[in-house]
């Protein structure tokens, strides 16, 4: 099957009634959908397990068994992220996605059988999570490494764009789905219905034949904002043919890309935190059952999901987005911590999502151009390492304050967070040396580079600044994007 689509005489659609890209890809849009199943699997067993361990499985301490579920699931794509470079360069990545979604199929299958035999000890659970955690951290950066190999460059935005939702949707999947399984049909059922996700994302992929990347002949826009965006190396030919270097290599030759990385890693100690606090809250706040856990997981997937599909035409430069993101997401987060009331509440995590889609699109899309394609798998995975360093430190930390702070301080804590992280990107430097070109001595061209940062963007092209989880989201994305 040919991955890159290529030139016919039939005339284009008309403007505005172009299918969408799963649809016109038959491809990417297969791979997809497997990836809705894979994320929205791990989401539910996530969701699922968390309110299992506060409404059931652990007394007095719940917010500390509940963070220490949520470190457990995240650890591997921190700790694997060297490996899981090397295994994307060298496999291919259709078997390597297909073994990944397999593995967590049979691990799911297990626990199922183990839970329903006999009572399942809390042990057990972590386990599973550790088990499923790992092969999603294969998983993710992999497939985001793989958009190019299913699409052709002119479509990496608009596949970008759906590659970060299923994020989204697998948090919507997961919340509607994680805890009222759990109320209905116990750790068993929620179990079963993991297995059915990976097994069929599984088969899904193996019916894809992967291509390889096409090097496209020019890129004079992707090569402009590239310069604009920080004067990186923006991955073209040249860079193209430019042998892997080491993670510390790439980071170092990519000073605009590094911050930016390092300043959503800040931001993440608090959003992702929100995983910890909403069950809390909702047990200790609210009174409430499954069903409120399920209104607020899905309001904060319902509104990422939207944000990914609508960041790429929100207007501004990189800083100036994410920084007026992260400012809405700080007030918005702050709203629980003042008024506990579930349509507010609800109304909150809505607009939180929203923002963290839109800097997961913006980023993600600004990466893809940047980071040459030999660079790419283990820059993928380094940025889901990197952002998600701090997720299993939110969570134990937010789990135990949880146990001895209300639920409604948490949520203050995580707004006045977000402030020094906003400020951080704000004052980002926009404009760097390109990686390994000579100290400039006084070019007129170098000079005259901030004047061009400030120009307006190009009528009628979305900006490509734009989870992921690796991931990167993915796995997770900039701004802790909903794993």
């Given at each position: ?59 007095g ?40 979604a ?12 183990w ?42 935005e ?12 697998a ?20 179990a ?143 709203v ?40 790419k ?58 990686a ?8 007129p ?11 307006p ?27």
């Amino acid at each position: 099957m040919t991955t890159t689509p290529t030139p016919t005489p039939t005339p284009a659609p008309a403007p505005g009634r172009r299918l969408p890209l799963v649809l016109r890809n038959r491809a990417f849009g297969t791979v997809w959908l497997g990836q809705v199943l894979t994320q929205a699997g791990v989401r539910m067993f996530q969701v699922g397990v968390s309110w299992w361990l506060i409404s059931e499985a652990v007394s007095g301490d719940g917010g500390f068994a509940a963070g220490l579920f949520m470190a457990v699931s995240t650890l591997p794509s921190v700790a694997l992220a060297p490996l899981v470079a090397r295994a994307i360069a060298r496999f291919a990545h259709g078997s390597l996605l297909r073994t990944a979604a397999a593995g967590a199929g049979a691990a799911s299958a297990a626990l199922a059988v183990w839970a329903g035999a006999s009572e399942l000890p809390v042990a057990a659970a972590y386990g599973a999570a550790l088990a499923l955690a790992t092969c999603q951290a294969f998983f993710d950066p992999c497939l985001t490494t793989s958009v190019p190999e299913l699409v052709d460059d002119a479509d990496i935005e608009a596949a970008t764009g759906f590659e970060l939702s299923t994020q989204s949707l697998a948090s919507l999947g997961g919340a509607l789905l994680g805890a009222l399984v759990v109320d209905a049909a116990g750790v068993a059922g929620l179990a079963v219905g993991c297995a059915a996700a990976y097994g069929t994302a599984a088969l899904l992929i193996a019916a894809v034949r992967f291509g390889t990347a096409a090097k496209p002949a020019a890129q004079p826009a992707a090569e402009a904002d590239a310069e604009v965006a920080g004067g990186e190396d923006s991955g073209g030919e040249d860079a193209q043919d430019a042998p892997r270097r080491t993670l510390r290599r790439l980071l170092g030759s990519m000073p605009y890309v590094r911050g930016i990385l390092l300043c959503f890693t800040a931001a993440n100690l608090f959003t992702t935190a929100v995983f910890v606090v909403m069950p809390l809250y909702t047990a200790s706040v609210l009174h409430a059952d499954g069903a409120t856990v399920a209104l607020l997981e899905a309001s904060l997937g319902a509104g990422t999901l939207v944000g990914s599909f609508t960041g790429a035409r929100v207007p501004g430069r990189p800083a100036v987005v994410g920084t007026a993101c992260l400012g809405v997401m700080a007030a918005a987060l702050a709203v629980p911590g003042l008024i506990a009331a579930r349509p507010a509440i609800a109304g909150s995590l809505l607009l939180t999502g929203w923002c963290v889609g839109v800097i997961g699109v913006r980023f993600v899309a600004l990466f893809q151009r940047l980071v040459p394609a030999a660079d790419k798998p283990a820059f993928f995975a380094v940025m889901q390492a990197v952002l998600g360093a701090t997720f299993p430190l939110a969570s134990l930390l937010f789990g135990f304050l949880g146990d001895h702070l209300s639920a409604q301080t948490l949520c203050l804590i995580q707004a006045a967070g977000l402030v020094p992280a906003a400020l951080a990107l704000a004052l980002l430097p926009g404009h760097s040396r390109p990686a390994g070109a000579p100290e400039p001595d006084g070019a007129p061209e170098r000079a005259g580079a901030p004047e061009r940062a400030g120009a307006p963007e190009r009528a009628g092209a979305p900006d490509p600044v734009g989870t992921h989880g690796p991931a990167a989201t993915p796995e997770p994305t900039p701004a802790g994007g909903v794993r």
